[in-house]
T-cell receptor, first 115, second 111 residues
Framework: KAGVTQTPRYLIKTRGQQVTLSCSPISGHRSVSWYQQTPGQGLQFLFEYFSETQRNKGNFPGRFSGRQFSNSRSEMNVSTLELGDSALYLC??????????????FGPGTRLTVL | GQQVMQIPQYQHVQEGEDFTTYCNSSTTLSNIQWYKQRPGGHPVFLIQLVKSGEVKKQKRLTFQFGEAKKNSSLHITATQTTDVGTYFCAGPAGGGNKLTFGTGTQLKVEL
């Protein structure tokens, strides 16, 4: 089975712009979560989608949004980019719906740099 | 909100030495997961512990879940250069698959 894929792998944007990141989960996985990783804040949960519905949301401003399509692929969007949004954005998929055993499979991430 | 701390933040060891990282949660956890992230890579799932006092082994790695289900540890015996990376613990934070990740312990192994 192919792993989680994320596109693009690297992105450079300027302040004020918006960006869309894409994630394709492992085939059959219906849960997709997004995380932001920075040296200062570590790994922080953004949101989770399950069967096209946002099931959980982290403590990020409304500039961060996402969606999930019927094929489980997910996108996240960041509008009005700020310098502090520079980070590695990781997508993780899971076969489970949040039952006890819910191993997360991470993609390689998208490295976003905001200038 | 829930906080998950890990100590130490960094650890340098000589190859062959043992290594331990400790994870402490501010709240009781229903389960705890451990992940490893190699330099330049992404987190990779290692194991999940569910029961109070549970101990699991994977070759040279020993994972333990505390009796109160608020702490956990990962012990590596006789480290190798392939063990280099950052080790994260993570606990569920609400429903679904939302996880709160620990602060991580970065391990460097010198020959």
């Amino acid at each position: 089975k192919a792993g989680v894929t994320q596109t693009p792998r690297y992105l450079i944007k300027t302040r004020g712009q918006q960006v869309t990141l894409s994630c394709s989960p492992i085939s059959g996985h219906r849960s997709v979560s997004w995380y932001q990783q920075t040296p200062g804040q570590g790994l922080q949960f953004l949101f989770e989608y399950f069967s096209e519905t946002q099931r959980n949301k982290g403590n990020f401003p409304g500039r961060f949004s996402g969606r999930q399509f019927s094929n489980s692929r997910s996108e996240m969007n960041v509008s009005t980019l700020e310098l502090g949004d520079s980070a590695l954005y990781l997508c993780a998929s899971s076969p489970a719906s949040g039952a006890i055993y819910n191993e997360q499979f991470f993609g390689p991430g998208t490295r976003l740099t905001v200038l | 909100g829930q906080q998950v701390m890990q100590i130490p933040q960094y650890q340098h060891v000589q190859e062959g030495e043992d290594f331990t990282t400790y994870c402490n949660s501010s709240t009781t956890l229903s389960n705890i997961q451990w992940y490893k992230q190699r330099p330049g890579g992404h987190p990779v799932f290692l194991i999940q512990l569910v029961k109070s006092g549970e101990v699991k082994k994977q070759k040279r790695l020993t994972f333990q879940f505390g009796e109160a289900k608020k702490n956990s540890s990962l012990h590596i015996t006789a480290t190798q250069t392939t063990d280099v990376g950052t080790y994260f613990c993570a606990g569920p934070a609400g429903g679904g698959n939302k996880l709160t990740f620990g602060t991580g312990t970065q391990l460097k192994v010198e020959l």
